[in-house]
């Protein structure tokens, strides 16, 4: 499907303008005016890939505007889940969303059914709301591991794709779930798992569809996807097996009072079971901040797949099923009837009693921010698979923006997931642009970032134990104190290339919890921590996270 230019009357108010160092806004883009102009025009090609420095030095990115999604949320296609199609859409358009993914669990119901209908139901919602990206995706359950948000991009087969490798790639309907060690089935569903992303490759190189992505969802509430079996995934096919889930959804799950003494943001309650690999600790069931354990720990399973060089694009998501404190309870089923034979729920009913609920709606606390050089379905994939991420909650942020420069050079340099090439001994600098929160939040909070954390970690080459989670390289390099910091500012932060490779990222906080890092003080002395259960205000614990910039060394 060709990229889509909004209509002139279109009205950008709900998204609040956010600008990068250039000055370029997503209310601009979205009107299609000013830097992308005609790029805008139906039938423009698909996004370029990020400028390299091939066999120079350096390296420039081009300017871009950041597009606000959610890849995970669900509706009344879901067999547990509550809301349709028109609530969903309402709601992110309320709270500021530009793209958002629609990845229904996976079953026989919606394969059979269910699929096809939501399928006329998405392509309905983008013709009344041209101005909202809106894709049909998947919740695949991998064989012998947890979820994967699943999507492509629009196109006459995009139905058709998901629902061949619903049935013939999805773990939960072949039977292919065993994957404790030893067990008889476990390889087999594990190379089960690796063959499905590779027939997702083949039906893009084929040109089936013109764009497919996937990311592995809650990666440690259950502990079962190991990290051989993520480096395998990505191995698979790179270019589609993009990342993960940095940040659950289900944030609203610990509200004091709410759901009970037990609960943990993102819904991260489970032990640890056969099912789980038994190489992680009993403290990476947790969220700390918010967020999955594998990408809050500094020099975690996130760093240990970063310092091979590779990139592994994080994002966060409502997983909305829920809404806390929402009125709207699950109708009735008619006679004869059940998810099975219809891959339908039926509509909501209003109670006007608040119901059981962990999640926000889409865009109300968990936001992804990508950035684009135009405006359309795979400008935005191609966003996610460039590594051109930054995630936020809370609304902590308006805006940020990172280039990473050699200081001999001018330009614009490299930003994130790009990569620049240096020579040994160079001295380079990051310059990270924020533009603070300008409006309270939808909890009538006003925002404000306490601190930017700079993290490096060394960059070693593919590891030799492909069940390592430790980078014993990375650690906080540098924090910066910004309380009181308001408007647009730039920090700029030097460093200096050694005799190695290596990348670095960013994170930051509200400042009203933090200790030392699961590992340790001296690598990360202002980490996120876990709450205590039951009692885990969201937002009262913000934090923003970005995807890395790598610094490839070259000799002499």
Known sequence: MTEQRLPAWADPSVSPARLDAQGV??????????LFGAAFALGSAATPALASPRGGFGGEDPRLAYLVGDHHVHS??????KYTFSQQARAAATYGLDWMVFNEHSNFGHASYGAKLEHAEIVRARAENPRQLIFQGLEWYIPAAEHCTVFAAPGPHETDLLTQFELAYDGKLLGYTEGSAGAADTARNEAHAVKAIKWLAEQRRSGYVDDVLVLANHPLRLGIDSPHEMRNWRDAAPEIMIGMEGAPGAQGA???GWRGSTSIRGE???KPTAQSWAGYPADAFLTYGGFDWATATVGGLWDSMLAEGRLFTITTNSDNHRTVFDTWKNGDWPA?????NTGR????????TPQPGSDFWPGEFSRTHVGVTRYGYRAVMAGLRAGRVWLDHGHLLDGLDVRLRRDCDAGRGVTLGGRLRVRKGERITLYVTVTTASRPNPQGILPELAHVDVIRGAVR???ADRDTWRAPDTRVVQTRDVSGRKGTYTLRIPLTAGEESFYVRLRGSDGNRHGAGYLGAAIDPNGPV???????DPWADTWFYSNPVFVDVAGD
């Open 25 to 34: 806004s997503r209310r601009r883009l979205l009107r299609g005016a000013g």
């Open 76 to 81: 009344v296609y879901s067999h547990d889940a």
């Open 254 to 256: 610990a509200i004091p």
């Open 268 to 270: 991260y309650e489970n």
């Open 336 to 340: 004869g009837q059940n998810f099975d």
């Open 345 to 352: 729920l039926p509509d909501p009913v209003n109670t006007d």
């Open 461 to 463: 080459g593919p590891v």
């Open 530 to 536: 876990p709450h205590e259960p039951g009692n885990g």
